[in-house]
């Protein structure tokens, strides 16, 4: 899949924002005042500026509303819903908290909640499509609940929590790469399947359909050089998790640690997040004889 | 709507004939004149006489080549567009509502007054059908020329899609998959027609007909014909005899 | 929500204000095309249902029309050259100043010495109003592309059965039960061709294709048959051979319509060796079994013999059957012997023969029409042999394709499925037997007409366009010792023979849509320098070129005034029964284009350019006794002119009551009775005619009546064809016109009155260690020629064109996917993209034609991909054969036809790394278009979406 940079900084980006939600909801950091709403402001700025970098990938933005009607099918639509609800839940949470320094727990559990299940609709998005196997897999949500919550852990200074985390996220992201690696060939759609001429014999593309380019071929069939995909792994693990944590174990977090750590993570989250797309295969590329 | 009916009063599609195409691209062509002239937005083309043109089709023809250990290698034409499938992943996954099935007939469409270009159902679609026009920025499919099917401007007997009208080998079917006395189903009846990729659980309403085996890979050759004679003596002996029978 | 919801759609819209129907040109198949009209812009064209040709279906490139018509490389005006020949530079004049410059050239040469014109028209659907005016004009040097296109198929039709395959004739797609196909060219008659396989599938017929590429055709062949390029010929008479010793052969068939039974001399070393034995009346004689006396071939109740010497007027002789069983009978023609040369196995051809036979006499057909011969014996019943075959430019444009035509032609007759129901059938105006062909003409006399058409079919080497000295007359060399029966001319010898003012200098070389300097050139890059070649006082050494096209193409850079031609649908034309028209095996047929569109740039016609400028020379037929023009346009002529006395170029509703069909006088509303009725004329054979045609009394009644005759013309096929062999006689010394003795040889050898085979002339010149690959060009079926590029629809389906390697080669040679090859002939080398292809004859590599272009042409982007990865094989190929050390060039040419032998190529192949730049190599200068770049995004139909 093409790793179009607007989607990229969107499911990063809001993924971090929903993930400090997660965190401001249970009360975590214990602050108030204006600084209670800095961090506010900062997870309502990330999870907004992700949704506003989404509607970059939108082809006819002024049908945008039309997003929000059609929960009973789409994932994409229920993210829509979802993060609108828990903008606006969250919103009011933290404005009572900050300004009336009326901070309601069962409100700010269910902005936390509706938090992580926004992030969660925005991983079914990908999670849900079988003609992209390496998504198609229980992974995805568990890898997007994680770095969601791991960057709100890191973010609202939560240490112990974020260790945790990224130690879960390394795990299930070395997982998900390990399985996603094979999904394609477990998914049992081949080339063959793909044109029914199995019984014809082993099948492979003579000639593209158009010489040139195309549409599919620019967002759905992306090719990364192995080499190059093994190094950004390693930089995407080392970024998010590893660096990080050790950090945390080995120094006396500051500000200027919390900042490295947070340079570090996004930097390793971009890697991870581009890895997620360009080493998707979908099968409309068995077509093309390409991944 | 993007809830697919739970059923569609008729079932309309195509039937592709793998073992007749020939490869001429005359579907994708007809299709591109027909469709960017009417339902909706145009099919533009980027680019169109620079160094990367990239145009938008509703229909493209794939070559591939099929080998057997030891045997010749075959080479098939493999035109592709909607399959307008049953159950189809690319209408649930959409979230403005504008991607549906219609019940009457079972046609996927875009409405593109609705669509706002996120490009999921392209995403959604295994057989690569929908294309984002990057002009309009909205979603282009095969409509099955609902606007021909129907249309009681043009006579009746060429109420049938741009490329089937035009294949000039007639390897492109269109009707009615409900019916089984359709010309479509018993077809596919008879020629074993098949779906793409049906793992993927879409269930496809076009169907293709496999190629029929070839006699230089797999079928057996007439033995050599009885010689008369091997000499020209013999031949011409034979000569005198059938002349006589004249 | 639980209802399902939709949109209201209009299902019903208005598609367009009106439909104007006319015939298609994206390709030489020249379909019926509806073109639907909405606010005076082309919004949708379809093939037209009613049309004979296509039957409603329409190809890519027909359906693209709308982006040819509006392609950003259309001239606009008439231009004259202000930079260098090749560079692009030009100025905009008026078509009177154009006129005047025309006039200027033309005028004193048609005075002085006409021939100093060379006039060659390309893929001109009008042959017969230009050969006419050239022929007015007074040279002698015309002809249009056939030479370098399929000649060979042609002339070995025409002197074989008296006509070939396409225009001539097709399968009969209804009845054929088994159906073999010889290496197509994908444009020639390609919509029937794509219908008749339909049909053929539908009714479950057996499709047997020949050809080195699976691909198109062949790839829905029951049977591919992956042949070596330049055997069929090998393979087909092996076939003859195994159909021979089984006794497989249509014998009756064989005695009543050919010259199978006909006697020929057998006195060796006489002046009448191998010619027909002939009585006092000039009656060729058959020998009759019956009598035991030599009778005239036409007289009935004749039983004639097929086999046996017999001594006529002292003179030894036998029926040519016998002659031709023993040549075919041979050990040289058994499977076994040409297997490996031809690259199928001994049983497989075994098989083939075996498999034509079961059909052809298993599978008999029986309709139950009578009919009456000419010798007016009645048949209650046509008998089909269902065996049908086709065959185009992948046979015949080698050096042995003749003969391979010939020997295809023969393989058809001797099973007697020529014109009978299920095999091969002809188009009218065809049959045609070479007597009722033209001969060559060439006498020129300054300021006087030509003393007939240029272009014809000699009976003997007295029809050789030769002077005194046994010198070639026509500038391309056609109809001379080394091509004798050069019947379409040698377009692609005209530049070479020109430069090197060989046979002599000419003054003005004339061309119309033919891109010489280009894709229609061998040795592309040497064409381009005799273009623009100087001699030492700094004149162009070929002094002035007049070019017409409507586009800007390659070519145009080299002209010196270019006179800018209409698109296809802004245009008069007519496809005319007195050049190559649209008819069908069952019908009569000819059709107009006519201006569907107005044009919005200051171009006109072609046609209509030539007649105002015959007007302007005063050339005999085109000014009144006044010297005022006699016809205002070509529409004007296309109406009004008369080759003979009631025929004219369009043969439909004729004369004062408009019902004449193919006589009559001319009629002032032809043209809108043609509009009326979908842009064409047919006129339907009854039944009892439709079939046996040169026999058939009624269908040669039917002829004379129609104009296609004006006396009866049956005749026999002659697989005996004497003619070849009065050539084979003078080169053995016979007669007063004598070929070269450095061609003695040669023709001996070529002029074979029975087919031969041998190895195309290219490879045993070179060493086949050194270059053991053949290399060859298909055209895609969505392209035509150049055309295509500028179309921004098509030229996204082919924008390059990869050379297709072997598996064998490919494995062989160690290539990887994105590798590139460099293609070595002894002429030339190309650097080009490679892509695998497993079926493929495993010798062979091959690519699509004409996609690569020239940087600046067509109106495209300097970095377009077709000028990077695009490439011409045309590079490796020269029009010369290699040396052979005897002093000599000698054409790359059939050494009947003439015709260019593009497909004999030998190379070798060597895997290299892609290019950085991924630029193919040669890469040419690039040219200044004189219509700029075509614009950047397109989205034709918004205004009505």
Known sequence: ?291 | MTQLPATTDKKLGLVIDLDTCVGCHACVISCKEWNTGSYGAPLSDVDAYGANPVGTFLNRVHSFEAKQEGCPSQTIHFPKSCLHCDDAPCVTVCPTGASYKRSEDGIVLVNEDQCMGCGLCAWACPYGARELDAMAGVMKKCTLCVDRIYNENIPEEDRVPSCVRTCPAGARHFGDFADPESNVSKLVAERGGMDLMPELGTSPVNKYLPPRPKADVNGTQPPALEAQSTEITGFLGWLDRTLEKI | MTKHHQPKLDTSPVVSDEIRRTTCYMCACRCGINVHMKDGKVKYIEGNKDHPVNKGVLCAKGSAGIMQHYSPSRLRNPMKRVGERGEGKFEDISWEEAFEIATGLLDPIRKNDPKKLAFFTGRDQSQSMTGWWAQNFGTLNYAAHGGFCSVNMAAGGIYTMGGAFWEFGAPDWDRAKLFMIFGVAEDHDSNPIKMGLGKLKANGAKIIGVNPIRSGYNAIADEWVGITPGTDGLFILSLIHELLKAGKVDLDYLIRYTNMPFLVNQVEGSAEYGLMVRDADDNQLVWDRATGKAVPYETKGAKPAMSGMVEVNGVQCRPAFEILAEKYLTDEYTPDAVAERVGISADRIRSIAAEIARVAFEEEITLDIPWTDWKGEKHEKMIGRPVAMHAMRGISAHSNGFQTARALHILQILIGSVEVPGGFRFKPPYPKSVEAHPKPHHTVTPGAPLNGPHLGYPRGPEDLCLDEDGKAKRIDKAFTWENPLSAHGLMHMVISNAHAGDPYKIDTLFMYMANMSWNSSMNTTKVMDMLKDKDEDGNYVIPNIIYSDAYSSEMVAFADLILPDTTYLERHDCISLLDRPICEADGLADSIRWPVVEPDRDVRGFQSVLIELGARLGLPGMVNEDGSAKFKDYADYMVNHERRPGVGPLAGWRGKDQDGKGRGEPNPEQIDRYIENGGFWVDHIEPSNAFYKPWNKGYQEWAVERGIFDKESPYVFTVYQEILQKFRLAAEGHGDIQPPERLREQVKMAMDPLPIWYEPFEQTLVDNEEYPVHALTQRPMAMYHSWGTQNAWLRQIHGTNPMFISGELWAEHGFNEGDWAVVTSTHGTITVPAVRMDALNGKTIWTWNAIGKRKGAWALSKDAPETKKGFLLNHLIHELLPARGDGQRWNNSDPVTGQAAWFDLRVNIKRVDAPADLQSSPDTAPQISPVGQGPKDIAYGKEWT
């Open chain 1, 1 to 291: 899949m093409h790793p179009a940079p607007s989607v990229i900084v969107f499911s990063t980006i809001s993924g971090l924002g929903f993930g400090l939600m997660l965190f401001m909801g249970l009360g975590l950091p214990d602050v108030s005042g204006w600084v209670a709403a800095s961090f506010a402001t900062l997870a309502l700025g990330l999870a907004v500026i992700g949704l506003l970098a989404s509607t970059f990938h939108l082809g006819n933005p002024k049908n945008a509303i039309y997003a929000f009607s059609q929960w009973k099918t789409s994932w994409l639509s229920r993210e829509g819903i979802m993060a609108v609800l828990t903008l606006g839940v969250f919103f009011i949470y933290a404005a009572l908290w900050a300004f009336m320094d009326n901070r309601i727990p069962a409100l700010g559990y269910l902005a936390a909640a509706m938090a992580m299940i926004t992030v969660f609709t925005t991983s079914m998005i990908y999670a849900q499509l079988k003609t992209v196997p390496r998504w198609n897999s229980a992974t995805t949500p568990l890898l997007f609940l994680l770095y969601a919550s791991a960057g709100g852990a890191l973010l609202s200074n939560q240490m112990t929590a974020a260790l945790v985390l990224l130690g879960l996220l390394a795990a299930i992201q070395a997982l998900a790469w390990l399985q996603g690696d094979s999904a394609l060939q477990r998914s049992g759609s081949t080339i063959e399947t793909a044109t029914g001429l199995g019984g014809l014999g082993k099948v492979r593309l003579l000639e593209k359909p158009h010489s040139g380019e195309n549409y599919l071929l620019k967002e759905m069939v992306y090719v990364v050089g192995r080499k190059h995909a093994a190094k950004l792994r390693v930089l995407a693990l080392l970024g998010t998790a590893l660096v990080p944590a050790m950090l945390i174990l080995l120094t006396e977090v500051n500000h200027t640690i919390v900042g490295v750590i947070m340079i570090s993570h996004l930097l390793g989250l971009f890697a991870q997040r581009w890895l997620f797309f360009a080493e998707a295969e979908h099968v409309v590329g068995l077509y093309y004889d390409a991944r």
